[in-house]
């Protein structure tokens, strides 16, 4: 029998044993013979949206655009869900006043405002007023009742309103205290003080209005009832839904019958994107999307009928072959949006997600879960592996040896990836997993201090002992730099496929030492830099507005030094949201190929922005040249020349200040730094975590008094041990 698959064959049976006693605790899924088909419309797009409220089949909604004097001018509108047009309403809002947010009642709207004035010691201030209008723009009441509210309450700001039926208002405030107010806007009255949202994206019930205190479970949900000035329990008859990440699910009887009665992504719905819905007369779901992409704004209408599926659906003879995706994470919208433009355009394959993290579980309970379906021949055809700890898998012949596909497919061209990204997950000389965008995490110094880039362990050793003035490495406390260090070198102190372990050596003992001597102390960052008392700073996502941060940082050129490293350029490779392996027991192996193919296609590589760069070398040299040509305002200094105005970013280091620094878009020269530094990087930024667990449990030294030869012995044990029940 072939080794591999005689190692994979114990792996499964071992997993069947773990799981056969596992129970799970299913839900109940909409009848087969329907399904909700969306009909999407577009409202507005490239204008701000400010607020948005449904009232019946109606849409309200607040656009803002530039005046001339360099304010705002905020426009209501008014849509019906059932005609293609919008009606602006003739409502005046003053240019030096914000629309909140909005509110639809039986005649009119509420809306409550946000004014900017200058107080009388010329501060800057805000002031908030209700006012309801009818739709011919009149007003019919308006209050300031909630300013001395505010002040009474130390409530720094209203976070949201409704209004019931009866024309009541309720305000929640920034401290999630709950407050009611008369049809009129008067007599403002507290009714709890609970902490709790009012988001009807999130949390809906029919003709009512509910809150929520921290999570959407029976226990914290309450509504609210404004003729009593109370919150009142759920009650066996109330039907509630909750948006979750991959569906809509509905709650009956005190929330313990669930049922998803729809899929997000089956309908082109991110749920990142939904700012409120709301369920017609006739069963019809209304959910408003609003995409924020690139500075601009897509608002849109989705409505959603409940329709017999066609026959061959019914009978699941469906024309198109199922592939599943397998995450225990929420996923990013741009990894949505490949999987519904899949969905869409091709005829022959349909990716279905499948989310083993379930509400209430914790990491541990999603891998035997996913263990479970594996075991039981079921196991996803995709799994994204940032979401498990995909070393044991992979060591264990879990995953497809993907470059047999890359070799054998002549639609697949490697040349047009940058091909250390494309094989950064090999194992064995077998590709396990492809990531489809990434992060470079480094460390950089000045170019003065570093001439040249790149240095080992040992010769990092020699150049603090040759400058004690220096008693920081970078930002990082003991145990994190540890974690960082050894990436590059675990394979010193163990390794799995030899069964060696050799954490009781010298060699780990003078790191342990090293990492505790050279640990983040204390003052500001920037500041050790200047006094040259910190030798590097950390980039954690190396793009030119780090680039810019370092050179002001260290007052000049810069050097990427990185971490040591025997092998590379000290730089690691930090996949992001999803590295796609296809499961060797799949029996859609080609289908899941196709998606993984789609992903790294030229259309969805171009959706990737500086934030994670596409692996696709065409599509990451067209954002840099969007970057280089990006637009930059000027103005006249005090001498009277034309100069451009720099962007600003503000970084934060946890807990050890803020910053605010300039950038411009990037030259041709810093493109091509970073992108040298790309082109050499072949590191995960990644590290057993079933050995660093070991580490941090045994760490008696690093935060304590311990000595380190004694940590040393305990991981050693430890190791050996997990080493040996590994192979």
């Not at 190692?7 to 799981?19: E, P």
């Not at 992903?599 to 969007?626: T, V």
């Not at 667990?693 to 305990?714: C, F, Q, R, S, T």
Request: hydrophobic fraction near 35%; aromatic fraction near 12%; proline fraction near 2%.
């Amino acid at each position: 029998m072939n080794p591999k698959r005689k190692m994979y064959l114990c792996f499964i049976f071992i997993l069947f044993m773990i799981s056969f006693s596992t129970t799970g605790c299913g839900q109940k899924t909409t009848d087969d013979a329907y399904e909700y088909r969306n009909t999407s419309t577009i409202i507005s797009k490239d204008i701000s949206v400010s607020s948005i409220s449904i009232k019946g089949e109606y849409i309200y909604f607040a656009l803002q655009e530039p005046a001339n004097d360099q304010t705002n001018t905020t426009s209501l509108y008014q849509k019906n869900i059932y005609q293609e047009e919008s009606q602006q309403l003739p409502i005046t809002i003053e240019n030096n006043s914000d629309i909140y947010s909005i509110c639809g009642v039986e005649d009119g709207l509420w809306t409550l405002l946000i004014t900017s004035y200058k107080s009388a010691a010329g501060k800057l201030e805000d002031k908030y007023e209700l006012r309801e209008y009818d739709f011919s723009g009149t007003i019919l009441n308006e209050s300031e009742d909630i300013n001395q509210m505010m002040v009474d309450n130390d409530e720094t700001a209203i976070l949201s309103f409704r209004a019931d039926e009866e024309g009541r208002l309720c305000l929640i405030g920034a401290s999630g205290t709950i407050y009611s107010m008369n049809p009129d806007g008067t007599k403002v009255k507290t009714i709890a003080v609970a902490n709790v949202s009012l988001e009807s994206a999130k949390l809906y019930l029919q003709d009512q209005m509910v809150v929520y205190n921290s999570s959407l479970d029976i226990n914290n949900i309450r509504k609210i009832d404004l003729s009593a000035n109370t919150l009142e329990e759920l009650s066996k008859k109330d039907i509630y839904y909750t948006t979750e990440q991959y569906g809509l699910n509905q709650y009956k009887n005190m929330g313990k019958v669930r049922e998803t009665i729809l899929n997000w992504l089956d309908n082109g719905i991110f749920t990142s994107q939904i700012r409120t819905l709301s369920i017609l007369k006739d069963g019809t779901i209304l959910v408003i999307t609003l995409d924020f992409t690139d500075q601009k704004y897509l608002l849109k209408q989705n409505l959603l009928k409940k329709v017999e599926k066609d026959k061959e659906e019914q009978s699941g003879e469906s024309s198109r072959i199922t592939i599943t995706y397998g995450v225990a994470n929420a996923l990013d919208d741009t990894v949505k949006k490949d999987i519904v433009n899949f969905n869409t355009q091709n005829e022959k394959y349909k990716i279905e997600v499948v989310n083993y993290l379930e509400d209430g579980m914790n990491m541990g309970d999603a891998t035997t879960k996913l263990n479970a379906a594996i075991a039981a021949g079921n196991g996803p055809d995709l799994i994204n592996v940032l979401d498990f700890d995909y070393q044991t898998y992979a060591t264990n012949g879990v995953f497809e040896n993907l470059y047999p596909y890359i070799t054998n497919d002549s639609t697949f061209h490697k040349e047009d990836y940058f091909e250390n990204i494309l094989t950064c997950y090999s194992y064995k000389n077998e590709l396990f997993a492809i990531p489809r965008n990434f992060d470079i995490d480094t460390l950089a110094g000045s170019k003065e201090d570093f001439p040249t880039q790149g240095w080992t362990l040992s010769e990092m050793y020699k150049f603090m002992e040759n400058h004690p003035e220096i008693n920081t490495l970078f930002e990082a406390g003991p145990q994190s730099m540890l974690q960082e260090l050894m990436v590059c070198y675990m394979d010193d102190f163990y390794n799995l496929e030899t069964g060696s372990c050799n954490f009781n050596s010298q060699e780990f003992v003078d790191l342990l030492k090293f990492c505790k001597t050279y640990a983040y102390k204390d003052g500001e960052p920037q500041d050790n830099v200047k006094n040259k008392t910190q030798l590097l700073t950390k980039i954690y996502s190396l793009d030119y507005i780090q680039y810019q941060k370092c050179q002001q940082i260290f007052e000049g050129d810069i050097s990427f030094m990185g971490y040591p490293d025997d092998k590379g350029n000290g730089a690691r490779i930090s996949p992001l949201m999803s590295a796609l392996a296809i499961g060797s027991y799949s029996k859609q192996k080609a289908g899941a190929w196709e998606f993984i193919k789609y992903s790294l296609s030229k259309e969805e590589q171009g959706n990737f922005s500086i934030d994670s760069y596409p692996i696709r070398k065409d599509s990451y040299f067209a954002l840099m040249n969007q970057q280089i040509n990006m637009k930059v305002d000027t103005e006249y200094d005090e001498n009277g020349n034309l100069i451009k105005v720099p962007f600003t970013y503000n970084f934060s280091y946890a807990g050890l200040g803020s910053y605010t620094y300039e950038y411009y878009p990037p030259t041709q020269k810093m493109v091509n730094e970073i992108t040298d530094v790309i082109e050499h990087t072949d590191t995960i930024m990644d590290i057993d975590i079933n050995v660093w667990n070991i580490i941090v449990e045994e760490d008696n030294y690093l935060k304590g008094d311990g000595d380190p030869w004694d940590m040393a012995e305990k991981i050693q044990n430890r190791v050996q041990l997990y080493v040996n029940e590994s192979r």
